[in-house]
């Protein structure tokens, strides 16, 4: 497949596969079911809407949904039965991605994580990623991790990592340059990220790290300018052409994802990684677009994992 190159195209390309399957957790969340109604018209996913059925019916009269679109699943039993319910509703095959809805990130990860009906995937690590498509730039930025892992050792970045490939394979990047990202481009001993960037770095070149090429310690400005880059005499294939930006800590990370989203002229998913199947835990703040965009990438991400 060619390389998806901008969120427009993501939609175009999940159209083009057909509809997949989600479980929305606590589906009474006019945000969450204006995405889900788009998702459902477009042709890029069906839904099963869990929750309690009345407030779910009162949440999409007022957008004039029309229910008999959707299969719903009563469950009065609160927020956290109604968010393992809807986990459950993939452990079993029957939707290939579970979506958060009006349940807190806590009762709905428990859910994620039961050991008998969840989603865990042996020791795989969760991580998040943002995907953010950037006015000026030929190619989508994968950001990880911005939200999950607060201050990943060595051997967690690998497993971020592996996730993070696994999804841009998905949007056709056969080979996607991954810089890790320091505030300098140099080996530090007194900064730590260098030293983590740096054995990434000589993992990949080992083949230890597959299906992608890491470099670094990069600093973001060489990691995404070529000219920048060049300036600083840095000779590399990840330098100024970066797919992924992995990032030293959360702090870095959830500052550099919301500076994309608030400064520049972009559109934004965002995706929970590293389970059984693809996970849609947005914010409450992303808007519907984020959502419908974070929809389509589950379920790209999902044909993919289905092949």
Do not use: W
């Not at 997949?20 to 957790?25: D, E, H, N, R």
């Not at 050991?115 to 730039?137: D, F, P, Q, T």
């Not at 294939?237 to 959830?254: F, M, R, T, W, Y």
């Not at 965009?293 to 044909?303: Q, R, T």
Request: charged share 25%; net charge neutral.
């Amino acid at each position: 497949m060619e390389q998806i190159r901008n969120l427009d195209q993501l939609l175009e390309f999940a159209k083009k596969l057909g509809p997949g399957k989600i479980s929305v957790a606590c589906a009474e969340d006019t945000v969450v079911m204006e995405a889900v109604e788009n998702a459902r018209k477009a042709g890029i996913a069906n839904a099963i809407l869990v929750g309690n059925a009345e407030k779910i019916k009162e949440a999409c009269d007022k957008l004039g949904i029309d229910l008999a679109n959707y299969e719903v699943v009563d469950e009065k039993g609160g927020e956290a039965a109604a968010a393992l319910k809807a986990v459950e509703l993939v452990s079993t095959g029957q939707a290939q991605v579970v979506m958060k809805g009006m349940v807190e990130t806590a009762n709905f990860l428990r859910g994620v994580l039961n050991k008998e009906k969840g989603l865990r995937n042996g020791k795989a690590i969760l991580s998040h990623v943002y995907i953010h498509e950037v006015k000026g730039y030929d190619r989508i930025f994968f950001v990880t991790d911005a939200a999950f892992n607060m201050y990943p050792e060595l051997k967690d970045k690998v497993g971020i990592l592996k996730n993070t490939v696994q999804l841009t394979h998905a949007f056709g990047v056969e080979c996607p340059k991954v810089a890790a990202l320091s505030a300098v481009e140099v080996v530090n001993p007194d900064m730590p990220p260098t030293l983590d960037a740096a054995a990434l770095t000589q993992m990949s070149r080992r083949g230890q790290i597959k299906g992608c090429i890491v470099d670094g310690p990069l600093a973001l400005d060489n990691a995404v300018s070529e000219e920048s880059a060049k300036h600083k005499k840095i000779k590399s294939e990840v330098a100024g052409k970066a797919d992924i930006l992995l990032v030293p800590n959360i702090e870095s990370g959830n500052i550099l994802a919301k500076s994309i989203v608030y400064f520049s002229e972009n559109k934004t998913a965002g995706l929970v990684l590293g389970a059984k199947a693809p996970i849609v835990l947005t914010s409450r703040a992303d808007s519907a677009e984020a959502k419908l965009l974070s929809i389509a990438s589950a379920c790209v991400l999902a044909a993919h994992q289905g092949k």
